[in-house]
């Protein structure tokens, strides 16, 4: 399900210069750089110079925005930081930044690269597949997505922020697309008090009429960004005209990365809201307001089999081996496996209710699907997994958001296990319940969830493309919606 924003923007336009001294003194530094490492014969030495300080400062870093959390469940450690000489990865920040993360963001970019982000805005799941068509988007106009991090949401708006490589494994995401990806944290520091002022494209007036702001999101004050956003032409737009959708396409959004299209296509720029200025759309980081609403053919595609994000990004995006593990320790101790033995196949259910509910007007009686039903189609999926792949998988693990006891007593008459998350949240913090649920719908053997989830949607997808598992999606919202 999707959600739509808030709140208010206005600002008159008016000239006033871009500061070009600060990026003429970061170029001057750089070329200072340049030439100092270029004298043939040391340059080598150089660069092995900073990689050892990058290697000795990123293992001692601390974030203090967005800490992570040491989960004490975790039995391996990382990397051993004594071990031999780091191995630098082409597509990593030490070959793609200028150097360790910096006060303003502009000083960490290398002036031979070209750059692309943009903000979230929605519900975590929507806010996967937004990262996911950003990335994308740095795909087709060939440039580097820097990932913001994840802010909170249905988990409690106080949650501290937690780094996009917390959750998902960004080098190997990077390995599987050949390609450099980026987090923020790596680009600006975290502790910076400095603000930095950018131009941005403004799709969210492009694609519809109620809000006359661009997409809010809680990114840009988090990374202290005063953005200046210049409207995007009506034609990124689908259906023009059409109220009820919101999406863009990506290729038009794709259009405006490039000189021609942007330059025919630059109007008088909003006002920033910090430090009033206008900027038009940055050459070098080039920002969007908000990726949710994009496709290359019809809107919410992702479901769909041929999605471009699903295929050549979204379905490369694993969970850092650290969630992995813990999604695999959880089953263990749900169906009472011991710690040291293998964890066995299992079928994942996800039943999503919470706010659901605004889909049931008539009151929730009848209107979610009921256990039995589900039961029928976790039989479908023990069945199409025998049949297709002769492994017969007898646990089956609910996760939900649902917090009635006695639908819980119901799901465990069932035969069925639940995942014990009253520890979770004090041990690991807010974000593990959601993140160890959605890594368990993901890596079992077969998938039941729910209809207009878009949770359930990305572990179907996930249960398909990572394990060809069998799935079922069951409907919902009148009393025979899925009795068959
Ligand atoms: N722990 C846990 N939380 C859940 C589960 N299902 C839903 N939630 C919570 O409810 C939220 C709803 O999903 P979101 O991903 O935030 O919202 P969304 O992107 O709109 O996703 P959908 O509403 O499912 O389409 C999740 O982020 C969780 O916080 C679940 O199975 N386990
Ligand atoms: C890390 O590696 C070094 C060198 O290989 C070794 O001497 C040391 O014992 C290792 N430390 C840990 C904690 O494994
Ligand atoms: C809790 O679930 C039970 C069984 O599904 C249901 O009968 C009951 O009405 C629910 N209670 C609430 C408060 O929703």
Not at 281 to 295: A, F, I, R, S, T
Not at 302 to 318: C, H, I, K, N, T
Not at 435 to 458: K, N, P
């Amino acid at each position: 399900m999707h959600e739509d924003s808030e709140a208010l923007l206005t600002g008159q336009p008016q000239q006033k210069s871009p500061s070009w001294h600060r990026y003429a003194s970061v170029l001057a530094k750089r070329r200072f750089l340049v030439a100092a490492c270029s004298l043939a014969a040391i340059s080598l030495l150089c660069l092995s110079f900073f990689q050892s300080i990058w290697a000795a400062r990123r293992n001692t870093t601390v974030i203090p925005v967005v800490e992570d959390p040491v989960p004490p469940l975790v039995l391996e450690t990382h990397q051993n930081a004594s071990a031999a000489a780091p191995v630098v990865d082409p597509h990593g920040p030490e070959a793609n930044l200028a150097g360790l993360p910096t006060a303003h963001f502009r000083d960490s970019l290398r002036p031979d690269r070209k750059y692309i982000t943009s903000w979230i805005s929605a519900g975590w799941t929507n806010d996967v597949m937004t990262y996911i068509n950003l990335i994308y988007l740095g795909i087709i106009t060939d440039r580097i997505p820097v990932i913001p991090m994840f802010t909170p949401s249905h988990i409690g708006g106080a949650v501290p922020p937690i780094n996009f490589g917390q959750v998902f494994d960004v080098p190997r995401l990077r390995k599987a697309l050949n390609m450099p990806i980026l987090e923020w944290h790596e680009v600006k520091d975290g502790s910076s008090n400095e603000w930095d002022e950018v131009g941005c494209w403004n799709t969210w007036e492009a694609v519809q009429k109620n809000e006359h702001y661009p997409r809010r999101s809680q990114i840009p004050d988090r990374l202290k960004l005063d953005i200046s956003y210049t409207k995007a032409p009506d034609w990124i737009k689908v259906i023009p005209n059409f109220e009820h959708d919101l999406h863009s396409y990506f290729w038009a959004l794709a259009a405006l990365a490039f000189p021609e299209s942007r330059a025919a296509n630059l109007i008088p720029p909003l006002e920033s809201p910090n430090n009033h200025v206008l900027l038009p759309p940055d050459e070098q980081m080039l920002c969007y307001d908000y990726l949710y609403y994009v496709c290359a053919n019809q809107p919410f595609e992702m479901e769909y089999d041929y999605s471009p994000a699903w295929r050549f990004v979204g379905q490369y995006l694993y969970w850092t081996p650290t969630i992995e593990r813990l999604a695999n320790q959880y089953v263990r101790r749900a169906i009472g496996t011991a710690e040291d033995q293998p964890t066995p196949p299992w079928i994942a259910i996800h039943v999503r209710r919470g706010d659901f509910e605004v889909f049931c007007p008539a009151g929730i009686e009848g209107c979610y699907a009921s256990l039995p039903v589900m039961a029928r189609r976790v039989e479908e999926v023990k069945a199409e997994l025998l049949q297709r792949k002769g492994i017969s998988v007898d646990h089956v693990i609910m996760t939900s958001d649902e917090r009635n006891a006695t639908w819980w007593e119901e799901v465990k008459a069932q035969g069925w296990y639940g995942v014990d998350h009253s520890q979770t949240a004090d041990l690991l913090g807010p974000w593990y319940p959601v993140l160890i649920d959605a890594a368990i719908q993901s890596l079992g053997a077969g998938f039941v969830g729910t209809d207009r989830s878009t949770m359930s949607m990305l572990a179907r997808r996930r249960v398909e493309s990572w394990s060809a598992g069998a799935t079922r999606i069951f409907k919902w919202g009148k009393p025979d919606s899925d009795d068959h």
